[in-house]
């Protein structure tokens, strides 16, 4: 596709994530066409040439390859959906896509042709001699009557005001899986391409229902502004595209818009208004390489919350380890687990982990019927009792990542990182809370000042008459 793109449009600023971007969108069309159901989700800032890609350039790339396809293609209102489909057209209309796919062509605008009549209006066109269609539509418009191979939705939020309205984002996600969702053919693929603006997004939604397994399974790309770690076509720090927008351009929008949006809109890493307890430049990822050769210590923590049936809670066992004043986090098992499972998960982890002669178990909840069952299996278990709530533990450990002293893995080579980055990140306010209470138990306990028994006689005074 990039070379579709190059040749209809000389003048597209292309650099390397369009590309990749391109990419994405030639397998996407590859797995439409062989029916299966692929679903993709493009995050990137504002103004970053998404929409070109994603929204009209794709499209019109994709009936030229198959121009039996039926399209669906929505954003946050009516006017923009149509200008979209205008923009399509004209693509299609143009002497150097003609060139290409001369047998892709649109009848006359605004007329139906022929006995067949296809039709060609702002709304909806239709592609001359094969059953091809385009229709746009505003989100949460009637979009009934339609069916289409590929679904299309662009910025669904119009503004911060929407995105932060609990109301209007219950309205897009009915209006997604009531009417939306229901216009998709069987084999048929999703694309949603937006800028992140809350948490709780129609974005934010797709993902959490995809992690608790309800919902489809996405490939998610995202492309921060600014990268939070080195990557395969830049390292941390480095901007995303500078042809467009160079890192000293970038900082100065930051500081205008503040740290909220920035982390939403430029980041895709919406967070808690106001900030939360971890906060994200504190972070520091490690490679599997930047491991020192050997440890001081190694635990492991375990946070247990299970629930016989479907609504089962994460249960959380995470692998620490210490080397002076550093604290790697090395491993994680996060599932939905009852009780035997859970259990086997924990021998498992133990014997993965030999040199973890601790084993941390809240004695609570669920915590204590897990310690009954393995203390005369698995040696070093360590009840641990609670003190203070969830939010003063975590502001117990918040200095050791202000100070850079917790080093997690990064993201780029490890699948399990970004979703532990969001929660810390997000906490108190993230749908879940296990992964923060793990690390919050195993950091406490390493850095837990030994206690010191004494022998009271020391302590009385010398020279002084004792009965």
């Known amino acids: 596709m990039s070379g579709f793109v190059r040749y209809t449009y000389p003048s597209y600023l292309m650099g390397w994530c369009h590309e990749e971007i391109c990419l994405r969108l030639d397998r996407f069309l590859d797995d439409v066409r062989a ?24 499209p019109a790339y994709a009936f030229g390859r198959e121009p039996n396809i039926s399209v669906i293609a929505a954003s946050y209102s009516a006017d923009l959906a149509s200008r979209i489909n205008r923009d399509v057209q004209r693509i299609m209309d143009d002497a150097p896509y003609l060139s290409i796919f001369s047998d892709t062509r649109l009848p006359g605008a605004n007329a139906r042709t022929g006995r067949s009549g296809y039709v060609r209006n702002n709304d909806i066109f239709e592609i001359v001699g094969h059953n091809g269609s385009y229709r ?69 939604r797709l993902i959490e229902a995809a992690k608790t397994g309800e919902g489809d399974q996405w490939e998610i ?23 467009r927008y160079p890192l000293d351009q970038l900082m100065r929008i930051k500081a205008a818009i503040g740290t909220r949006d920035w982390e939403a809109l430029y980041q895709q890493h919406p967070t808690v208004e106001g900030g939360a307890v971890f906060r994200t430049e504190w972070l520091r990822l490690y490679n599997p390489a930047d491991l020192p050769q050997s440890f001081d210590e190694t635990i492991i923590s375990w946070d247990m919350t299970f629930k016989e049936g479907d609504d089962k809670d994460f249960v959380v066992g995470q692998v620490w380890a210490r080397k002076d004043a550093r604290y790697f986090l090395l491993d994680q098992v996060r599932r939905q687990m009852d009780f035997v499972a859970t259990m086997e998960a924990f021998v498992a982890l133990s014997q993965k982990y030999p040199r973890a002669l601790k084993k941390l178990v809240e004695d609570k909840a669920n915590g204590p019927a897990v310690i009954s069952a393995l203390k005369s299996h698995v040696p070093g278990i360590v009840p641990i009792e609670p003190d203070g709530s969830k939010t003063a533990r975590a502001y117990a450990v918040t200095p050791l990542f202000e100070a850079g002293n917790v080093y997690i893995p990064n993201p780029s080579w490890c699948q399990w990182a970004r979703e532990y980055i969001d929660e810390l990140t997000q906490f108190p306010t993230a749908a879940h809370d296990d992964q923060v209470d793990a690390t919050t138990q195993a950091l406490r306990q390493f850095t837990a000042r030994p206690s010191i028994r004494i022998n009271p006689s020391i302590l009385q005074p010398r020279g002084l008459y004792r009965r």
């Open 35 to 58: 029916r299966r159901s692929p679903r993709l989700i493009i995050c990137m800032p504002p103004r970053s040439g998404k929409s070109e890609l994603a929204s009209r350039r794709f």
């Open 136 to 204: 746009s539509a505003g989100v949460g418009g009637g979009i009934n009557g339609m069916g289409a191979d590929i679904m299309i939705i662009d910025d669904p939020f119009k503004s911060r005001a929407e995105a932060d309205s609990p109301t209007i984002r219950e309205k897009i996600w009915d209006w997604y899986t009531s009417t939306f969702y229901t216009r998709l053919a069987p084999g048929g693929g999703i694309l949603v391409i937006a800028t992140r603006w809350h948490m709780d997004d129609l974005t934010g």
């Open 221 to 243: 790309v995202d492309y921060p502004a600014i990268a939070t770690c080195d990557e395969a076509h830049r390292k941390k720090g480095e901007a995303l595209h500078p042809e």
